[in-house]
């Protein structure tokens, strides 16, 4: 199986926009998601299918792809929003998680 | 509404066996595949494998294969994660997460709803 590369941190303030990045050989072919984990908390999706946004996710969350970089980018942070972002992918074999990024509103 | 139930933490001796459970329901059980995803304390997610609920297919991460087993029953509802010759690294919150494959797939391969999580530890 392949690998997702995450930066393990960034850091904004409130109001500013937050983009983390996510890279992976495979990206080009297959689709990524996105998840935001806050501490004691199960994963929740934001991002399905690279660009799309599941109801009820407020509409600063949006993702894009170019390549082999997908992005996840936070606009007009709140500190609500601090938490840690994993993007997941798959190929016919197996599931591939990120490492994870953890966001810090400062 | 749509939810996934796991079973309580669990506190196990090196070399001892673990099974989870997660009980689904508000959905068409065999239309969605489970997936078992674990967390070591302070660590990134690990997907273990997956189970089709319609036709009972498994799949698992080399990582774990020979070690791990995904049965699930569809009279309950339940799928069941079983770990097993556990060692102190498999502490961790081991989640069920369902990913669809019947029907239309709204959300394509995405882990859509997930369970509250089980903790899992391992010492002696």
């Known amino acids: 199986s392949y690998e997702l590369t995450q930066p393990p941190s960034v850091s904004v303030s409130p109001g500013q926009t937050a983009r983390i990045t996510c890279s992976g050989d495979?990206?080009?072919?297959?689709?990524a998601y996105w998840y935001q984990q806050k501490p004691g908390q199960a994963p929740v999706l934001v991002i399905y299918?690279?660009?799309e946004r599941p109801s009820g996710i407020p509409e600063r969350f949006s993702g894009s792809s170019s390549g082999t970089t997908v992005t996840l980018t936070i606009s007009g942070v709140q500190a609500e929003d601090e938490a840690d972002y994993y993007c997941q992918s798959a190929d016919s074999s197996a599931v591939v998680f990120g490492g994870g990024t953890k966001l810090t509103v400062l | 509404q749509v939810q996934l139930v796991q079973s309580g933490a669990e506190v196990k001796k090196p070399g001892a066996s673990v099974k989870v459970s997660c009980k689904a329901s508000?959905?068409?059980?065999?239309?969605?595949?489970m997936h078992w995803v674990r967390q070591a304390p302070g660590q990134r997610l690990e997907w273990m494998g997956w189970?089709?609920?319609?036709?009972?297919?498994?799949k698992y991460s080399q990582k774990f294969q020979g070690r791990v087993t995904i049965t699930r029953d569809t009279s309950a509802s339940t799928a069941y994660m079983e770990l097993s010759s556990l060692r102190s690294e498999d502490t961790a919150v081991y989640y069920c997460a369902r990913v669809c494959t019947g029907g239309v797939c709204y959300f394509g391969d995405a882990f859509d709803i997930w369970g509250q999580g089980t903790m899992v530890t391992v010492s002696s």
């Open positions: 508000g959905y068409t059980f065999t239309s969605y595949a």
């Open positions: 495979a990206l080009p072919k297959q689709y």
């Open positions: 299918k690279d660009s």
């Open positions: 189970i089709n609920a319609g036709n009972g297919n498994t």
